[in-house]
């Protein structure tokens, strides 16, 4: 399975292809905000990526994302090996 790492939470764990970030967190009891429980409406799922590659970036994030090397936890999905950090949007 894909690795995945969460460089500021010094975590690397495994993931199945498709998993979304947000799930991947829950799955391994790491501290993802999901104030709107995971519906691209809250910013706080956003993260970083730091290198590596994710799913295709989904029309819905797009009002959240500063940058193209920003993505909403809750919709980026594994494809393969990926490093990310948490930054949550205000
Ligand atoms: S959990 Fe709210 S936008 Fe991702």
Known sequence: MPRVEFLDLG????????ATLLEVCDDHGLPMETACGGF?????CRVRVLSGVL??????EDPFLDDPGQRLG??????????????PGG
């Open 74 to 87: 809750c919709q980026a999905r594994v494809v393969g090996d990926v490093v990310v950090r948490l930054e």
């Open 55 to 60: 799913s295709e970036v989904e029309d819905v």
């Open 11 to 18: 975590r690397v764990v495994e993931a199945p292809v498709g």
């Open 40 to 44: 691209a409406a809250c910013n706080s």
